[in-house]
């Protein structure tokens, strides 16, 4: 497809397992970023992507949350041992570069709903 | 790392009447960026600002780049029920972007 694509779109858990979800950019946009947004709030930075290297993964709550990016493409974020707190809306985004001067126009997907009960 | 810092953070208004919404930040940005999100949607861009003291206008928004480089505004003209939604302002932090908490815009048609 044309945009960026998440999924799976709807996740409910249990605490205590771990969750995968994947975010599939626009073809050709090199660098990845992925948000979370809890109820009511804004977006909050995980970590993104250049290529495969993540050069910035400062928000990613704790050691529980990874992320790996294969083949400059495919994302996957990895949540373990999930707990209540970690309900959010998992935003993925892409852009053609990292961010400079004059880009800054990231590209979303839909979102990936987690619920954990 | 920079706060932006939105407000209101809720609006109720009529169908046709006009809005006003405002970002600002301690620190200075070399770009504005203003997206909206629809319900169940990822955010979209709206519009984007470079320059300081830039005006610039998508259809019935305007938005412009504050001349101290630590604000910036958006417009809505006449408003219509699809522009419900909420809209955030963003700037570019490191290599990645930083978004306001948001103004959540309700429209009573």
């Known amino acids: ?117 | 790392g920079q706060q932006l810092n939105q407000s209101p953070q809720s609006m109720f208004i009529q169908e046709g009447e006009d809005v006003s919404m405002n970002c600002t930040s301690s620190s200075i940005f070399n770009t504005w960026l203003w997206y909206k999100q629809d319900p169940g949607e990822g955010p979209v861009l709206l519009i984007a600002l470079y320059k300081a003291g830039e005006l610039t206008s998508n259809g019935r928004l305007t938005a412009q780049f504050g001349i101290t480089r630590k604000d910036s505004f958006l417009n809505i003209s006449a408003s219509i029920p699809s522009d419900v939604g909420i809209y955030f302002c963003a700037g570019p932090q490191g290599g990645k972007l930083v978004f306001g908490a948001g103004t959540i815009l309700r429209v009573k048609s």
Request: net charge neutral.
């Open chain 1, 1 to 117: 497809g044309a945009g960026v694509s998440q999924s799976p779109s709807n996740k409910v858990t249990e605490k205590g397992k771990d969750v995968e979800l994947r975010c599939d950019p626009i073809s050709g946009h090199t660098a990845l970023y992925w948000y979370r947004q809890s109820l009511g709030q804004g977006l909050e930075f995980l970590i993104y992507f250049q290529g495969n290297s993540a050069p910035d993964k400062s928000g990613l709550p704790s050691d529980r949350f990874s992320a790996e990016r294969t083949g400059g493409s495919v994302s996957t974020l990895t949540i373990q041992r999930t707990q209540q707190e970690d309900s959010a809306v998992y935003l993925c985004a892409s852009s053609r570069l990292t961010l400079g001067a004059r880009t800054g126009e990231l590209f979303f997907g839909e979102g990936s709903r987690l619920t954990v009960l």
